[in-house]
């Protein structure tokens, strides 16, 4: 017998979207959502969790074992609006057969561009230009005033190169820098010469070369703190480092003392490891462009990963394998 609850599934959506994704939301399905944009707490988590037969979470929502554990036999999917699942216990899911889905690809575009505005920004001095003019503090040009690093010519080694990385080699050749970049595998030599790219298998001889870091791999147990106070150190003193991947991938105190000491140049971040908290000594540096987690922030994005949760859901809902399924095995 097919299961009712298929035929129209209770879906609570933890953040408020885009209006053409909650409404066509509505139009499909028994959807909740959250029409203030108030992340949820813990027990408005553990409530929807409890009644709901698919859950629609993002970033700021933590789905670990203990959640999964207090949800009701009803709860079937877990439709990640974003493509990290890094705030998603996997393992517990497995164990209740909740299957997950994410929102692949349709992020890639507008996260490389704003990689590469950082990428330019930060070795140029944009942030600490614009808060000069509007402290009023600027007193003209001078042959001297403000200067920064060119770009061109430099060095570009890129921290896991997926769909994100390629796609910001392919800018940052345009802007003639010279591509490195360290994967756990080396692509084929078909996307290398695409992008004009060198593998490095040694991250540590990578960082040593580069004079721009771009990170862009996923955050896991094996990339938690990958940029260390070690490998931080490996860089030159004249070398930025540019993160809009996941703010707990770098060792956010080291680099913090970096920047104070001037061991290295400058940063570029999208992204923290207690967002939406901002260590203080961070916001007190000159030498650092923040950005409030944005780089995928455009009206195209979302409605695009919206359609994708929609497409997971619809189905799911018809017995079908979710196009975009995390976890493998289960219908």
């Known amino acids: 017998m097919a299961d009712p609850r298929r035929s129209n599934p209770l879906i609570v959506v933890t953040r408020k979207l885009t209006p053409a994704v909650e409404t066509r939301m509505t139009e499909l399905f028994g959807a909740t959502l959250n029409a203030d944009d108030r992340p949820f707490d813990r027990a408005a988590l553990e409530a929807a969790v409890a009644a709901c037969d698919v859950l629609v979470p993002t970033i700021t929502d933590g789905i670990d074992a203990a959640l999964i554990e ?30 997950v889905t ?44 403000m200067l920064g690093r060119r770009i061109t010519g430099k060095t570009l080694g890129i921290v896991g190169m997926g769909r994100i990385g390629q796609a910001i080699a392919l ?10 970049y360290h994967n756990r595998h080396r692509l084929p030599d078909v996307v290398e010469k695409a992008v004009d790219a060198i593998w490095c298998p040694d991250l540590d001889e990578m960082l040593i070369q580069a004079d721009i870091v771009s990170v862009n791999c996923p955050h896991n147990d094996e990339t938690h703190h990958l940029l260390d106070a070690r490998r931080l150190g490996l860089m030159k003193p004249d070398a930025y480092l540019i993160n809009l991947a996941r703010g707990e991938i770098v060792e956010e105190s080291a680099l913090i003392d970096a920047l104070e000491s001037g061991r290295i140049s400058g940063a570029g971040l999208d992204v923290f ?11 007190a540096l000159d030498n650092v462009v923040l950005m409030p987690h944005m780089g995928s922030a455009t009206f195209e994005a979302r409605d695009a990963q919206g359609a994708k949760v929609i497409a997971n859901i619809r189905a799911w809902v018809d017995g079908h394998r979710p196009p975009d399924q995390v976890l493998e095995g289960w219908i």
Do not use: C, Y
């Open 102 to 145: 994410n929102t692949p690809g349709v992020l890639t575009e507008d996260t490389a561009d704003m990689a590469m505005a950082l990428i330019l920004a930060v070795p140029r001095r944009v942030g600490e230009g614009e808060r000069l003019i509007r402290s009023g503090g600027w007193s003209g040009w001078s042959p001297v005033g």
């Open 70 to 99: 207090r949800a009701g036999p009803q709860l079937r999917l877990i439709a990640n609006f974003g493509n990290g699942v890094d705030h998603i216990d996997l393992k517990a899911a497995r164990a209740r057969r909740i299957l």
């Open 273 to 283: 490891a207690h967002e939406p908290a901002i260590d203080p000594r961070m916001l």
């Open 171 to 180: 800018r940052a050749r345009g802007f003639g820098l010279k591509i490195r």
